[in-house]
């Protein structure tokens, strides 16, 4: 298709324009012909043609396999989700552990079952010698799974006991729903580690 103006020649599919008039360019300028979007010859024949994009089975070929790579990667990250909560759950208690005992330096005892670790924070009474706050943070933080820590001292294990029960917030459990104490390491690889 072509569509005349009087100096210029339009092709419907060409990439430049190209000066053209019947008499020749009044410049002095030779005729070049359109450039084509497809320079080779046109000859009917699909080998010339450009294939633009994927055909179906290429694309279900791909998701396959990223489905494949994810079956078998996601399992070992989501784990490794749950054994992160859990180191930073004991992290936590150690950290706990070492407030107490900066607050068992100043006071001279632990704070009792009562007070909480909430004593860390706030002077609980007209404790003398009570330098705190012993902890950084302005709160007692939450376990990893968004259930408070719990405290009793004198404690069943030592001077106090600092239980997180997991993922599941019950007494007990495996896995991610293990609890995390402060007088034992986390069970790994069916082995509890002792300290």
Request: proline share 7%; net charge negative.
């Amino acid at each position: 298709m072509t569509f005349r103006v009087p100096s210029f020649e339009f092709r419907v599919g060409a990439t430049r324009r190209v000066a053209r008039t019947p008499e020749g360019d009044p410049a002095g300028r030779p005729y070049l012909e359109p450039e084509t979007r497809n320079p080779k010859p046109d000859t009917g024949d699909r080998k010339y043609r450009r294939q633009a994009g994927f055909t179906l089975i290429e694309l279900l070929v791909v998701i396959i396999i990223i489905g494949l790579l994810a079956a078998l990667v996601g399992p070992k990250l989501f784990g490794r989700v749950g054994k992160g909560k859990q180191a930073a759950a004991q992290a936590q208690i150690e950290l706990f552990g070492a407030a107490l005992d900066n607050f068992r330096l100043d006071v001279g005892r632990y704070p009792t079952s009562d007070e909480d670790l909430k004593a860390l924070l706030v002077n609980p009474g007209a404790i003398e010698n009570w330098d705190g706050s012993y902890l950084k943070k302005e709160e007692i933080p939450l376990d990893p799974w968004g259930h408070p820590y719990l405290y009793k001292s004198p404690g069943e294990h030592g001077d106090y006991d600092i239980i997180s029960h997991g993922g599941d917030g019950v007494e007990g459990g495996e896995g991610e729903n293990q609890d995390i104490v402060s007088w034992k390491g986390i069970k790994r690889a069916g082995e509890r580690i002792d300290r």
